[in-house]
């Protein structure tokens, strides 16, 4: 008797069938698509139009309020570095652990990965005010022969963000090559052309393959500390100073566990509508859904445990400092930002116990607006809720929200979504190469595909 | 200039076993430069080719070490050209540069890594071999480099194995 085998990681398509699928989302943009992409260069010109004020006229226009000098623009930075987490995990440590799920939706979050540190990075550029000296920031002699204090964990950042940001890139460009190439075999004319010079002369040979296949293993295992490790530093830019909320050891898992799940709220955000735009939905199929929910369980469930642990540590420490600020991120006049963070973060995210909720895409779809609701809420009621009240309370401040700050944030969505809009439709968001791995070649006697 | 085509003959294949069966005939009659094209990597292939182990690895060993080595060295040199106390603590401190040093690790590895696969990739030309775009769709292909002599006993063989289509290229 034949024994049924359930694999529902295993494409159902052939060889041919992939690459036709994959060629078909590059076609000729729908009307949905274009309103999209009008949508989000519109949101990015209220961002160009608002950062052009803030040069003009300076800082002032944002809601900076002594003490909090740290407020939505640093928020939005550790909120877009965090988006980007989910993409390194999926494509590079799963890709350790093999888990043959990610195959499907790993391009997609590769390239949101490297959209969402471009989006951070443009942050602490802003909020530094004098945008013309940046460059203060890397180690170059200046005429006084200073360097950077290496010792700081924002210089730590610097360094951190640049890695990510070019081995992000740099794992996506070598992802794509073998599907460039793919692509190029398929079109003519200039597209042909275009292809051609992405594809690197790629042909698919065996040497090519022995290669290939080794480094893009080896990238991928300097690539698992590395997401680890960004934001652990992001978490030190807070956690090394003395600020009560800040000064906490649980920081680096606590941030990095947080990232993922933000990471994981903006692929779901992304790609349930995608699938459809896109007419993927035999293939991005209800089985990577649930595994994406499953992996949200999991951060979204030591997020919770993380935010019990602050407010246990804050209580236990006996520091006055520390009670009260938790205290006052519960009760005080931010609560509104902190009953935000622990509801859509920590008690949305437990809806995905059930499996009647982790495979209906509206709801995954809805619970992932609210992580992202949720994980920005968060990082603003650690940064600017935790300086709001430091150790004078006669300088205690509730931060402002001007339209400066609204306009940059909106700008910064804008931006994030105009760029994965134009990858969406150039290069192909599924990893054909890696699919065809997965498909047995046909045998001569039958069996494969 | 036109790319001078390098005479030999290209067969293509759909089944995995017809290829492997042809990559083992061919080489117990002796041809060892073999160009074998897949949509993807395939370990039945590779352990009929039985190629050595990639040397990607040894560059992304030496970036690791190079990195690692710069950020260490570029934090303890940047401290003492120009002491400044900040803090009241030691001038060169290497455990917080260990941030430096492990971002410099991953980067100048990663970056070597890319480096060693474009390099060794190429150390072997593909130039004029004949390549057919199937190769990168569904099909398995294999160019056996040979004289017009050997060109019949070659296809013959290709042919033998389940090859769909063969073509004697450079005759």
Redesign the interface.
């Known amino acids: 008797m034949t024994a049924i085998v359930h694999e529902p990681h295993r494409p159902t398509q052939?060889?041919?069938e992939v690459?036709r699928d994959v060629l078909g989302t590059l076609g000729t943009p729908s009307r949905g698509y274009y309103m999209a992409l009008f949508g989000a260069i519109a949101m990015f010109l209220v961002g160009l139009f608002t950062f052009v004020m803030l040069l003009k006229e300076g800082l002032g226009l944002a809601g900076y309020t002594p003490p909090v000098m740290w407020s939505v623009y640093i928020t939005t930075f550790v909120f877009w570095i965090g988006i980007g987490h989910a993409g390194t995990l999926i494509s590079a440590i799963l890709f350790l652990f093999r888990s043959p799920w990610r195959t499907v939706v790993y391009r997609s979050t590769e390239a949101m990965t490297v959209f969402a540190v471009m989006t951070a990075a443009l942050f602490p550029i802003i909020h530094i005010g004098r945008q013309w000296i940046f460059y203060w920031l890397l180690?170059y002699p200046n005429q006084r022969?200073?360097?950077?204090?290496?010792?700081s964990?924002l210089?730590?950042d610097v360094?951190?963000i640049?890695?990510y940001f070019?081995?992000s890139t740099?794992?996506l460009v070598?992802g794509l090559v073998?599907d460039v190439?793919?692509i190029?075999?398929?079109v003519t004319g200039w597209r042909h052309n275009i292809y051609k010079m992405f594809s690197?002369?790629w042909?698919?040979?065996?040497?090519?393959?022995?290669?290939?296949?080794?480094?893009y293993l080896?990238?991928a295992a300097?690539?698992t500390?590395?997401v680890l490790?960004v934001h652990s530093?992001v978490s030190?830019d807070f956690a090394m100073s003395i600020i009560p909320g800040w000064h906490g050891t649980i920081f680096a898992p606590y941030f990095v566990a947080g990232a993922i799940y933000s990471g994981i709220g903006m692929v779901l955000t992304l790609l349930i509508p995608l699938r459809k735009v896109l007419k993927l939905e035999h293939m991005m199929t209800d089985y990577h859904f649930d595994n994406l929910a499953k992996l949200t369980l999991l951060t979204g469930s030591i997020l919770f445990y993380a935010y019990a642990m602050e407010y246990f540590v804050a209580w236990y420490s006996g520091n006055i400092f520390e009670q009260t600020t938790f205290w006052r991120r519960a009760f005080g006049p931010m609560w509104w930002a902190g009953w935000s963070m622990i509801i859509c973060n920590a008690f949305v995210s437990q809806l995905l116990w059930f499996k009647k909720v982790r495979t209906n895409l509206t709801s995954l779809f809805i619970i992932s607006i609210f992580i992202n609701l949720g994980m920005w809420f968060e990082r603003f009621v650690i940064i600017a809720s935790s300086l709001s009240n430091d150790y004078l309370p006669g300088a205690w401040q509730v931060p402002a929200v001007t339209w400066a700050d609204w306009g940059i944030l909106i700008g910064s969505f804008g931006w994030f979504f105009m760029y994965f809009l134009l990858f969406a439709r150039t290069f192909p968001v599924v990893a054909?190469?890696?699919i065809?791995?997965m498909i047995?070649?046909?045998?001569?006697h039958g069996g494969?595909h | 200039m036109a790319t001078k085509t390098v005479p030999g003959v290209l067969a293509s294949f759909l089944q995995v076993d017809a290829a492997v069966d042809a990559i083992t005939g061919l080489k117990a009659k002796g041809f060892r430069d073999l160009t074998v094209y897949s949509a993807a990597p395939n370990h039945e292939i590779d352990a009929a080719l039985d190629h050595p182990i990639s040397w990607v690895r040894l560059f992304t060993l030496i970036g690791g070490l190079v990195g690692c080595t710069a950020g260490f060295a570029m934090t303890i040199w940047m401290s003492y050209d120009w002491p400044l106390l900040v803090g009241g603590k030691p001038i060169g401190t290497p455990v917080p540069y260990v941030a430096i040093a492990f971002e410099l690790t991953v980067l100048y590895g990663s970056l070597c890594t890319v480096a060693g696969m474009i390099i060794l990739s190429s150390a072997k030309s593909l130039k004029g071999r004949p390549y057919d775009p199937k190769f990168s769709d569904d099909r398995i292909g294999i160019f056996v480099p040979c004289g017009p002599e050997q060109a019949p006993a070659v296809k013959d063989l290709l042919a033998h194995a389940g090859s769909e289509e063969v073509t004697v290229h450079g005759a």
Do not use: C, M
């Open positions: 052939t060889h041919a690459t180690p022969f200073l360097w950077p204090n290496f010792k964990p210089i730590w360094f951190a640049t890695t070019t081995v740099t794992f070598v073998p190439s793919a190029r075999d398929k690197l002369g042909t698919g040979s065996d040497s090519q393959w022995r290669n290939y296949s080794k480094g080896y990238l300097l690539a500390p590395l490790s530093v030190w054909i190469q890696e065809k791995e047995p070649y046909p045998r001569k494969g």
